[in-house]
């Protein structure tokens, strides 16, 4: 498989920013929102590189807020829910939040990613209108959850494909954003390259809050350390170095070319019947 055929897919959570409640901390909903707007203003100016293609995941209450930005945004990138709220979920806001999406950049919505990773059943999912879900990842983050066994590649899943994020070829370490912050780069880079290799495309997720400084926030170190124009620098040299490896697209823009990618052993979408389901809403 050519470097033109191997897909980058760089994805953005864009929502209030409500980290600081996990922890206790008290934050207005009107500072939430501003500091996910600050950091979706400067990850906004590299996503003006037509050649570095990306999908971006937003709650409906974020957009809500900000429809003439992510409506343009949706000129060149791809739009898909993060639900309707990131501190609470229910089952109608699966729908809602496509509904209103859709209603703010006039495209359809295909894809979903819940907040936090969360589990949720297919059925839901395409019931409510979407062909994919990003809310995979496999591996074992303590506290969160335990997906060891979950394929590490799309897979078809009771009619909806699933699209994971990357883990490490060995031992499934998560190449999320926490690991891209505080790893040495060269190790996170020697890494990505590997789970590359292995699965035949590369899925990185961050969230647009991160480029924001959070030096001010009571918040664990592991979460606030290189943080806005540090981690923004960190960024722009990963997707400069990933250029050379293959092409960015959006995750519905890669499905869509799904068939080319099956004949290739490196991708193969296989239908998945998990033992055990426990999502809790």
């Known amino acids: 498989m050519g470097k033109d055929n191997k897909?980058?897919?760089?994805?953005?959570?864009?929502?209030?920013?409500?980290?600081?409640?996990?922890?206790g901390i008290s934050l207005p909903v009107s500072e939430q929102m501003a500091v996910g707007k600050q950091g979706l203003d400067v990850i906004s100016e590299f996503l003006k590189d037509k050649t570095t293609s990306c999908t971006l995941f937003t709650t409906a209450?974020?957009?809500?807020?900000y429809p003439a930005q992510i409506a343009r945004i949706s000129v060149d990138h791809e739009i898909a829910s993060h639900t309707f709220f990131h501190s609470?979920?229910?089952?109608?806001?699966l729908l809602n939040s496509r509904q209103v999406l859709e209603d703010i950049i006039s495209k359809k919505v295909y894809g979903l990613r819940m907040p936090h990773m969360k589990k949720i059943e297919g059925g839901w999912i395409r019931k409510a209108g979407y062909s994919y879900d990003a809310s995979v990842n496999p591996t074992w983050i303590p506290g969160?959850?335990?997906?060891?066994?979950?394929?590490?590649?799309?897979?078809?899943e009771n009619g909806i494909t699933r699209v994971p994020a990357s883990v490490s070829a060995n031992f499934r370490i998560p190449l999320f954003w926490l690991a891209f912050k505080n790893l040495p780069y060269a190790y996170f880079?020697?890494?990505?390259?590997?789970?590359?290799?292995?699965?035949?495309?590369?899925?990185?997720?961050?969230?647009?809050?991160?480029?924001?400084?959070?030096?001010?926030?009571n918040l664990p170190t592991i979460i606030k350390r290189k943080s806005g124009s540090e981690l923004l620098a960190k960024l722009k040299r990963l997707i400069t170095d990933l250029k050379n490896e293959g092409e960015f697209t959006t995750i519905?823009?890669?499905?869509?070319?799904?068939?080319?990618?099956?004949?290739?052993?490196?991708?193969?979408?296989?239908?998945?019947?998990?033992?055990?389901?426990?999502?809790?809403p």
């Open 189 to 217: 880079k020697r890494l990505a390259l590997q789970a590359f290799k292995k699965d035949g495309y590369l899925s990185l997720y961050f969230h647009s809050w991160e480029f924001v400084d959070l030096s001010n926030y």
């Open 252 to 280: 519905q823009s890669f499905l869509d070319i799904g068939e080319e990618y099956a004949e290739s052993s490196m991708f193969k979408i296989e239908n998945f019947k998990p033992s055990t389901f426990d999502f809790q």
């Open 88 to 93: 609470s979920f229910k089952r109608e806001d």
């Open 61 to 65: 209450n974020f957009a809500l807020r």
């Open 7 to 23: 897909k980058i897919l760089l994805t953005f959570d864009v929502e209030e920013f409500d980290l600081p409640l996990e922890h």
């Open 144 to 156: 969160r959850y335990n997906n060891f066994r979950s394929p590490r590649a799309c897979y078809d």
